[in-house]
């Protein structure tokens, strides 16, 4: 028979887990957005409900969700707080990418899923601003490597403990080789840079994080690769992350169309504002059934340059339409919607950050192009 822990993560509706914190934390969204403060209410409340490792296998001791609840958690969340939506979704992308690999390449990421269950270790990626370059520099020292590095775009760090990241090692034999680690954030030679002030998403805490002579012992570099070429794993990043990272701008989409819907009720309904509706709903539904079709590739597919070319274009799809999606709830709501206290004017800009991820628009073209014409994708 399962034992207790189990048959508790298998019981458990995480969506009505997210609902609950939604509702508590969508007040202190404003503030946090006023303060260009970190959403720390909300982490609180993440942890407390084991949100954090709600996506380790029940196995290991996590919570058991599925891939598809993980991505309903996150929409459920931004479509209250845009910031802590984003900023969970960080981390998260991070534990589902372990969970895949151990369960279809028998990666060894075991011991960190344990850890993230046991601990409720909360991990921060600076994957997106390193990509396919990486950043930093890493001096082979006896046992190890001492990296030198500034990270950019570190959501969730306030609260963090370990990063997922990356530094460049000028390998004698093999040229620019980019490593791969975790490292706690507490190590020494870490140090928070208080660098966000941002036009939207004001409550990730996605400051920069400095590291100065940070020691990474041999054992804990987790994969290594040729600085600037596509790689495997970063085929594997591509079609776990976006999902669960659009899903977060899906959640800012919703938010933003319930807004706008609760404003115009009892409004006379004259073309102009039918129109504007009607065009909101249309994105709307563009969005979510690109975000869908991503979650649909997890579930059935491998990663691959294909599969890369198709979640890059999805990802496209996706964060424009969510764009859309509240320009036109603006327009709905007309001039009520310039108010901050509607928070239509909130989520315009927390949307905005959809552009910035990998790949944008003109590199995600290219690669399109490239796939279908059958040339090189790192040329």
Known sequence: MPDDATMTAATTNWTDAARRIAGEIAGHAARHDAEDSFVAEAYALMKQAGLFKAHVPAELGGGGASYAEICEVVRTLAAACGSTG?????????????????????????G????????????????????????????????????TARKVFASGSPAGDLISTCAVHDDPETGPTVLHFFAPLKAEGFRSLDTWRTLGMRGTGSNDLEMDG???????????RPQGAWHPLFHAISMIAFPIIYSAYLGV??????????????KAADDSLVLSVGEMETEHVACETAV?????????????PETTGRTMTLRQLAGQAAIRTVERALEAAGGRAFYRSAGLERAFRDV?????HPLQEKPQRLFAG????????DG
Not at 214 to 224: E, N
Not at 253 to 266: I, K, M, Y
Not at 352 to 356: I, L, S
Request: net charge neutral; hydrophobic share 50%; charged share 20%.
């Open 86 to 110: 984003l900023a969970f979704a960080m981390h998260t992308h991070i534990v589902a990418l372990a969970v895949w690999r151990r369960a279809h390449e028998g990666a060894p990421t075991e």
């Open 112 to 147: 960190l899923l344990k850890r993230i269950a046991a601990e409720d270790l909360v991990l921060v990626s600076s994957g997106g601003s390193d990509w396919l370059q990486g950043s930093g520099h890493a001096e082979k020292v006896e046992g190890g490597f001492r990296i």
């Open 214 to 224: 940070v020691f990474v012992p041999d054992a804990a570099i987790s994969g290594r």
């Open 253 to 266: 989409a919703d938010g933003a169309r319930a807004t706008a819907l609760a404003l115009v009720r009892g």
């Open 292 to 304: 869908a079709e991503m979650v649909r590739i997890v579930e059935t597919q491998r990663p691959g």
């Open 352 to 356: 905005q950050a959809a552009r910035f």
């Open 370 to 377: 490239r796939l279908a014409l059958g040339l090189d994708i």
